[in-house]
């Protein structure tokens, strides 16, 4: 049975990081879902499909060719890992993950990649709804403020001019559609490990997941003798 480490958790709270650390350490595969619903978005202005139109953007999702490559995100074939960044494309990927139809497809192909091969995998609705069975669980949460510091030190180095109040204030809309969604709403997993990051470092973060992980592995590997 493949890896699977599932990481949820709010936007800021520092899970990207966490999980491209975590993957690297075990040798196994790094899934960005954000990536892949914001990149869903991006070819979906592309192409100037109405963004409610859930039928259309399901379709779409069955379509498009999303592949991480080396730290990129290709979309059928276009390095699109900057642009998904951008407050437009954010903004719009919100419609786009809010539709049952576009997650039913989703989950469908992040389910295929973690049958394939071990993963780190994450995401707000990993532990919940798409790997219900995974091996490990955490939900990676801080306070609004720090995962607002974060996310405003983040775009100080892109040099997007946003203030530290318009970081907070669109983070607070985020976690309202985060926790609202109809479908894979941002919650944690009832058997999913909770990690407050606040006082942690990532070195520190990432510490906990490897130990995590081993305990989990060496807990399996007894119950399976
Ligand atoms: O993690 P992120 O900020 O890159 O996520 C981008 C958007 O996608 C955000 O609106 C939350 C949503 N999302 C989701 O609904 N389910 C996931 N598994 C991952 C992200």
Redo the contacts with the bound molecule.
């Keep these: 049975m493949p890896l699977i480490v599932t990481l ?1 958790g709010p ?1 800021g709270a520092g ?2 990081s966490a999980a491209r650390a975590l993957a690297a350490r075990l040798n196994v595969h790094y899934m ?7 990149a869903l978005a991006w070819a979906a202005m592309q192409r100037g499909y109405a963004l409610e139109n859930s039928a259309l953007i399901a379709e779409l999702a069955r379509e498009v060719q999303i592949v991480f490559d080396t730290g990129r995100v290709l979309v059928d074939g276009t390095d699109v890992s900057a642009e998904i960044r951008s407050e437009k494309v ?1 903004a719009a ?2 419609y ?3 539709a049952p139809a576009v ?1 039913e497809v ?1 989950k469908i192909i992040q389910r295929k990649i973690g049958s394939e091969c071990d993963i780190v995998t ?5 532990g919940t709804v ?1 790997f219900p069975t995974a091996t490990v669980k955490v939900f990676l949460t801080a306070s609004a403020v720090h995962r607002a510091k974060r996310r405003h030190q983040e775009e100080v180095v892109r040099g997007s001019g946003l203030t530290f109040q318009e970081v907070l204030e669109s983070q607070s809309v ?1 976690d309202a ?2 926790i609202a ?1 109809p479908v ?1 709403a ?1 919650v944690a997993a009832v058997d999913a490990v909770v990690i407050e990051t606040d006082s942690l470092t990532l070195e520190e973060v990432v510490e906990c997941l490897v130990s995590l992980v081993e305990e989990t592995r060496q807990a399996r590997g007894k119950h399976d003798d």
């Design positions: 949820d936007a899970k990207s960005d879902t954000g990536a892949m619903y914001r954010t990927t919100r786009v993950a809010d997650r989703m994450e995401g707000r609705d990993q798409v985020r559609a985060d969604r894979g941002l």
